[in-house]
């Protein structure tokens, strides 16, 4: 148990389904991220939030959305979704500042989702 | 850009062996450098991490990893496995302000009996 908790742990939707994948940390951190991890490919960041402020979004296509309403909570909002956005999801937070690259990422155990 | 190779992306090894997995970054300035390793069934956890100083570094469960700036490597390292450590293992860096993690494919290691 890393403090990072996620639900649901595992999604099944449809391509014209919206849903959300919710993260939550209890470790008092201000920054949170979204990762993408496909099978055999790296993990890929796709959004960085600090301090409730997007810092990032790496490309990522417009079907995804994420929201972060404080520094405890981070969603990923889903809309008609394609086949090849099924993988696992993960959530991370750090204590991130401005030249905080030094700082852990803890990880959630991910939510696993495959869409139809 | 950055980049991180790993080299192996299976090994198979006995109990009580070595353990030695590759990994070489690209990238010209500072580096914070990570290895990850992700249990079955288990979230990503930090093995150890290399921000200055030692090149040297020990983490957790034994392992140790070593950061040779000249090579730009990060190679991690156990002397005698367990079968407990069957695993995948991803190496990572981070090289702006934010600490956006940049990850190698992972390489699955799997510890027989």
């Known amino acids: 148990e890393t403090g990072v908790t996620q639900t649901p742990r595992h999604l099944v939707m449809g391509m014209t389904n919206k849903k959300s994948l919710k993260c939550e940390q209890h470790?008092?951190?201000?920054?949170m991220y979204w990762y993408k991890q496909s099978a055999k490919k790296p993990l890929e960041l796709m959004f960085v939030?600090?301090?409730?402020?997007?810092?990032e979004n790496n490309s990522v296509p417009s079907r995804f959305s994420p929201e972060c309403p404080n520094s405890s909570h981070l969603f990923l909002h889903l809309h008609t979704l394609q086949p090849e956005d099924s993988a696992l999801y993960l959530c991370?937070?750090?204590?991130?500042?401005?030249?905080?690259?030094?700082?852990?990422?803890?990880f959630g155990p991910g939510t696993r989702l495959l869409v139809l | 850009a950055q980049s991180v190779s790993q080299h192996n992306h299976h090994v198979i090894l006995s109990e009580a062996a070595s353990l030695e997995l590759g990994c070489n970054y690209s990238y010209g300035g500072t580096v914070n450098l990570f290895w990850y390793v992700q249990y079955p069934g288990q979230h990503l956890q930090l093995l150890l991490k290399y921000f200055s100083g030692d090149p040297l570094v020990k983490g957790i469960k034994g392992f140790e990893a070593e950061f040779i700036k000249s090579k730009f490597s990060f190679n991690l390292r156990k002397p005698s496995v367990q079968w407990s450590d069957t695993a995948e293992y991803f190496c990572?860096?981070?090289?702006?302000?934010?600490?956006?993690?940049?990850f190698g494919a992972g390489t699955q290691v799997v510890v027989t009996p």
């Open positions: 939030y600090s301090l409730e402020e997007r810092v």
């Open positions: 470790l008092g951190h201000n920054a």
């Open positions: 991370a937070s750090s204590q991130g500042q401005r030249g905080g690259r030094r700082e852990t990422q803890y």
């Open positions: 990572a860096l981070t090289t702006d302000s934010w600490g956006k993690l940049q």
